[in-house]
């Protein structure tokens, strides 16, 4: 007995230090980060000739860029910046002249509601195609799922956007080629999913967004479902006599997807950050629209904090994914430690 | 091995680099036990199905909330540009100062034709040659809030837009002295005469001063501001519209003003315009097509026949004021970028001559402006110089050009770096890859400097070094008249402490010109007037300063519900409007 | 330890082209028919990016073979097409088949150089890692993981934005060349240098590596003899499956408006260019260029499927 206790305890202290571990090493990744992005972007253009006109006299120009402190020391700009972003105070955007952290608050549930319906697609999409693929290896419509599948891939994602403006807009003229369509509000949040402008706005922004993570969910599926049919476990249910259905359905896609889920919540952040060409193509208004014309106007404080924004995410869920697996599974703990 | 299997499927497959990352989480999925996953599905299910059944739930019931329809006078406006501030000192730019004409009120204003008429001044007089005004304001005027429009308004106003932080120092000569006679008379003494003060007033819009003292906003909001202040976020004037809601970079609700001085004889019945900044061309003009907006500016010169194709929207065109141009560094010993070493070829008029006769405008006009463009012989546009059509264009003579070259010692030509904007005038760039081509066919070998306008205005302006050897760029006289670019583009920019040249990138000049210039701002008769600025621009043509190129054409699209009176400033002003 | 070996050497998933099951001689006869195709449309497309000089009508990218008043013709089929312009001309009188000649050259060689220097730069991280581990070893895996916080295209618009101010603000055409394979190499790193340092790892505690340390030979002689020769097969495989995400994120960075400039386009600049013409029915500019980059993109994928499979003879 007192031995079975202490290696509880020790089991309980180690996973403690190995949360604790693994998120100061997210917080020294959010740092790197963060002085990476700032000392990157604090020399990417001059902000104050986006904020006078032509025929500003030169002084009037010093002025402003002496009151924007771009003629401070970088170190002291880098200092107000991160001592400011803590507060969660990422300083007023240079084009709109609005506090960054509410321009991104306010575009978040454009790029969130598009992540979200990309994931949605991909996910259902993809495990169907990946089981019918599986299961009916050799048929027409799996060879068409993979050479979908090998298109998703291959092609650039804002050609899947270009070409499909080009059929359901410009040729066909049933979807719209830009933006949210009507959205509703929900206190903070706007939504597109209640109207039916907002509806047909999101499917090809979905589409083009999902398409990679379609194609790999599908072929993640057919391969663990291959995989799997190929096992003692199933052959000993099918030596059972279990039905096929129960066995395809209830053991052979349940152990698929564990996996699968794992990927689509890693890939969320990939989304959300690869959501920057599709919101470019379609002119979505989230955040990485926001991002690409920060780019296009030396917008500093929105690039910083977009930048930070996307590390964080990715840092997040990964951390939550740790975590997870070693309360999950204790024997993973060792494998963990490891560097990856 | 499984593991190796589901590693497989993610190596190489990824477009970042995360794959190898993505593979070790999945090889930590796979060693899970069959027990433990087929335990945590049924309650993923559970909470997915419970999840779509919430999300059913709330689309019933928000959907009945959507079905707003838009007023039968409801406008919705799409601009390239956003509005950014609201403060009407802050940003001297088109799109803002239009926005802003359409709720604040200077004491003159421009009609149809850009005729200058009276504003909140129901007449001027101008004294001893420019010397003294008198300006007789209109009575029964009241701002949004219902204050009362005074002559202490106009002398809160002038001082507010000369101070610190103002970006339209220009618009009242500093030496100004504003004093009220009475209630609704100002006077305007100035130490030396300026007939043309007045020309840019209709911009300088009248605020309240009582509002903005009790608003903390007396100052100006400059461009640079970290907080906005109130006058940035709101607005009281004395037009024809009022903003009601304002979201920078995002929507813009402006709403009739029903106690406008002028209601009873007021042309629009627009009750209200909602304005959503578009900044992709082909989002602008969908919107357009698809009736979601009724006017959008500007239209891509490319969707103009597609639009005018379409059932329900038609293009409005007319020529801009806006002068497009090409200009050389006259200035420097050695230009920047080129391979002449130890002289400056563009100070040989001879070359400058050939760079002009090297410009097929005729092709650029009908291939890249689409024809929608009016090749200019003078820095100015005809609308604001009746004497234009006086003016030609030498030929384009590719041949006769080479044979400058050649007579200037360049028989094999040169190369020189161009720098030009991307996205700040109708096919700016498409207009320099033109003359890129045009170009190389006399020898000359343009070492391409194109870029969006942020990078490009930080480097050819007075505040970045005047940082070029060849340029584009277009202007609008601010003022209406030549005299603007007389003073501003083609003046010497040799006195430091003047400001006269300012926007003269390449530093042409000419002593003559700058007299005749200085003579035509008090000239009060306007033929002799007319007859100087002749001179002037003779001057300049003759020294090859500048290569006009064209006045670009205004674009806007319009649904065909929706008439609008289309300003050659590029202004859209709502209180002409009409829509169906 | 073995599996371990194969997890960092793994490469593609056994797609359906991968998948050369045993029993299936049918599928694996027109998997093989699909690689033949590929492998000679990857060719043609080498080729014609080789002689892009000698066959295409026109030199693009001098501005003095351009005649403005060439624009906007429609391909040699349609009724208003004109010789020598097969597939059309751009808004500059540019024409499309020799741009797209030209383009292509672009495309392969940011690509190749690219690719070749992300090898290179991963090889010897990982290498570095793996061999003297400790501090170095964290270091290396820790900026690995600070890098994998962002895609690839972040990361290049990035580089883009710090060498355009590092530089002055414009960049000549041969220093955008040049960016854009920086930015290519420090976006597609990691993956060698994990697949080399686990390599490393694994051959670090063999037997004969101890045996050969025991006779004195010097440790680094030891791992270029017996650790590269085993990771340079998944090194290729990787190269080839990178040579295609590497060409589309050119295509990626140019459409984004961070490439190639206007003057010396590459396939993603005409479709950024061809994209504005969408709507205004000048569909050519942007379909072509669009064609040639897909079919490009997907010939080398599949020859990457089927170089993986010829290097990993255990798979099937």
Known sequence: MPLFKNADAARETAMLAFTIRRALQALGVLLAVGIIAFAMFRFAGDPVNQIVS???????????????????PVPVQFGRYFLRAAQGNFGISYQFRQPVAQLLIDRMPATLELAFCATVFALTFGILMGVYSALRRDSLLSKLFQAVSLVGISLPTFLIGILLIYLFSVTLGLLPSYGRGDTVRLGWWTSGLFTLSGLKALIMPSITLGLFQMTLIMRLVRAEMLEVLRSDYIRFARARGLKTRAIHFGHALKNTLVPVITIAGLQLGAIIAFAIITETVFQWPGMGLLFVQAVQNVDIPIMAAYLLLVAAIFVTINLIVDILYTVVDPRLRSTLRQPV | MPLDRGLRAFYGTRPEGEAAFLASKIAVSRNKSPASQSRGLPAENDRMLKRSLLLAATAAAFLSATALGAGAATVRYANQGDLKSLDPYTLNETTTNAHLGNVYEGLTSRGKDLAIGPGLAERWEMLEGGKRWMFYLRKGVKFHNGNDFTADDVLFSADRVRAQGSNFLTRVPKDAKFTKVDDYTVEVTLPTPNPIMHYQWDTWYIMDKEWAEQNNATAPTPASAQTPGHAALNTNGTGPFRIESHQPGVRTV???????????????????????????????????????????????IQDIARINASPNARTLTGPEVRTIFLSFDQVRDELLSSNVKGKNPFKDKRVREAFYKAIDIETIKSRVMRNLATPSALMIAPEFFPLSKEFTRPKYDPDGAKKLLAEAGYPNGFEVGMNCPTDRYVNDGEICQAAVGMLARVGIKINPIFEPKAQYFAKVLKAGGYQTSFYLLGWTPGTGDPHNVLYDIMGCRDNPQSTRGESNLGGYCNKKLDELTDKILVEADASKRTGMIAEAFKIGNEDFGYIPLHQQALAWGVSKKFSIPQRADNEILFYWARKE | MADARTTTLAAKPPGFLARALDSDVWASFTRSKLTMAAAAVTILFFAAALLAGLVSPQDPFNPAELELINSRLPPIWDAEGQRPFMLGTDDQGRDMLSAILYGLRISLLVGFMGVAFAATLGITLGLLAGYLGGVTDTLIMRIADVQLTFPAILIALLVDGVAKSVLGGHLDPATTLSVLVFSIGLSFWVQYARTVRGSVLVEKNKDYVAAARLIGLPAPVIMARHVLPNVLGPVLVIATINLALAIITEATLSFLGSGMPDTMPSLGTLIRIGNNYLFSGEWWIVAFPGIALALLVLAINLVGDWLRDALNPRLR
Do not use: M, Q, Y
């Open chain 2, 254 to 300: 402006f709403k009739a003003n029903p106690t406008w001085w002028n209601d009873a004889k007021k042309e629009h019945n627009i009750t209200e315009v909602i304005f959503t900044p578009i900044g992709n061309d082909a989002t602008r003009v969908a919107a357009l097509l698809s009736g979601e907006v009724d006017i959008i500016e500007p239209v891509p």
């Open chain 1, 54 to 72: 032509i025929d500003t006299p030169a002084a009037e120009r010093e002025e402003v860029r002496r009151s924007l402190g771009l003629d401070d």
